[in-house]
């Protein structure tokens, strides 16, 4: 059985939550409740779970002030939100799962299944999470990307270019690394689209600032890294009017 602890201040959404995990979740089982921060804090000192669903606000604080109490996340947080859009977006740039309320059964099973098939040391992911709330009013500059093996941090600026490989993204840097990445290249776009990188094909995404050419007559771009990437006829124009803005 998987092992859970809900840290939330309304005992409403604590005893929904446990009601919906026993609806359609059925391996997993609440083994302690705690409504703030305190007596949250003295819950998990205690209680060692696989998974803690955590509220961010609190009456006697954040989601975030537990997390700076504890020393070592040996287990996956997924965080329940109302609307907090600053703190989604950190989410989305750390890796970090959350739930919006009223919390979807379909979302819950997926984020229980996405625990089941990988789990790993998470205490870099929580790490990344406190730097992007600290400097919140900064750009985003470090991205984490989950592959089978591990969780890298990884610089941004760093990025060149991104491909689509079916349910994966695959990650091309300067130096001629490169990662595979478990999520869809979708996810990436909607948060790199900010930081210069543009969409050119259906399954390229680019780093403007590692642009040197368009070649014309073969709809290409030609990249700092000597690689062509196709650009679709449908964003010709549009990709021909970024360049212009560079």
Known sequence: MI?????????HAR?????DLDTYVHDIEVIGEANGVV???KLLRNLQPDILFLDIQMQDGSGFDLLDILPDIKFKIIFITASDAHAIKAFRY???DYLLK???????????????SQHKDENVKYQLLREHLKNQHKPHTKLALNTQEKIHVVGISDIIRCESNGN??????KESRKLLVTRTMKDYED????????RVHQSHLVNTAYIKEFVKGDDELLMLDHTRIPVS????????KMLEEL
């Open 102 to 116: 009223p919390v979807d059964p379909d979302e819950l099973k997926a984020a229980i299944q996405k625990f089941r």
């Open 39 to 41: 007596e949250g804090a």
């Open 191 to 198: 948060l790199l689209s900010p930081q210069g990188f543009y």
């Open 168 to 173: 994966y993204t695959e990650f091309f840097f």
């Open 15 to 19: 005893v929904t939550l446990k009601k």
């Open 94 to 96: 750390s890796a970090i």
């Open 233 to 240: 006829t449908r964003r010709k124009a549009e990709v021909m």
């Open 3 to 11: 092992r859970a602890i809900i840290i939330d201040d309304i005992e």
